[in-house]
């Protein structure tokens, strides 16, 4: 272990990472999809094994850290004991403002919503991650001042229309509206741009059997 490192293993966990989700995201069988969660797993002892080295802390520490998370983030699903509640919120959006709430409560530095979304995220993903936070943003709804964008405003970037759209930019700076554009569209209607970028690119280059 000596030779190992939390940051020589990042490449690891990210590329096990994708792997499993494209045993997901081509169907593969559940054998397969196991093996894959095995070595993502692998992946968290070997960062858990490095830090008890140190004297920091332990795999153990991690699934008692987890599950408290769990239990404190999901105040409608659990009692702070971790029993299960009585009864559930009856929709979604009032279970993710729950969330949200004690998301925020327990890091009360953080001045923006958008805050906390990892840099290393693959851009599209990162994209579609900052329209649903600006879309959730408590402020969300308010008006700004005349020209002032808004969070409601940045969680619906406009695209561009007509036959000519596809070649509607003349700089990179346009491209990236343009891009950032088609995530909000696609999220409108409830798709992930990362994951049907990564299945059109399987169907067009995909080798042939």
Known sequence: MAALTHASLVEYL???????A????????????????GDVLLQVVLHARLAEERGSFMFDDVARGISAKMVRRNPHVFRPDGT??????????????KWDAVKSSERPERRSPL?????????????????????????????GQPGQETPRSWAHPRSPEGPDAAEAFGT???LGDMLLAVVGSARAQGFDAERALRGAIRRRFEAPS
Do not use: H, N
């Open 172 to 174: 990179e700076e346009d």
């Open 115 to 143: 805050e906390g979304i990892p840099d290393a995220l693959p851009a599209l993903a990162k994209a579609q991650k900052f329209l649903d936070r600006a879309e959730r943003s408590p402020t969300a709804s308010s008006a």
């Open 84 to 97: 299960l509640q009585d009864s559930f919120p009856a929709t979604v959006e009032e279970i993710v403002r």
């Open 14 to 20: 990210l590329e096990e990472a994708y792997e499993v």
């Open 22 to 37: 494209e045993t997901i995201e081509t169907g593969a069988d559940d054998a397969e999809l196991r093996g894959e969660l």
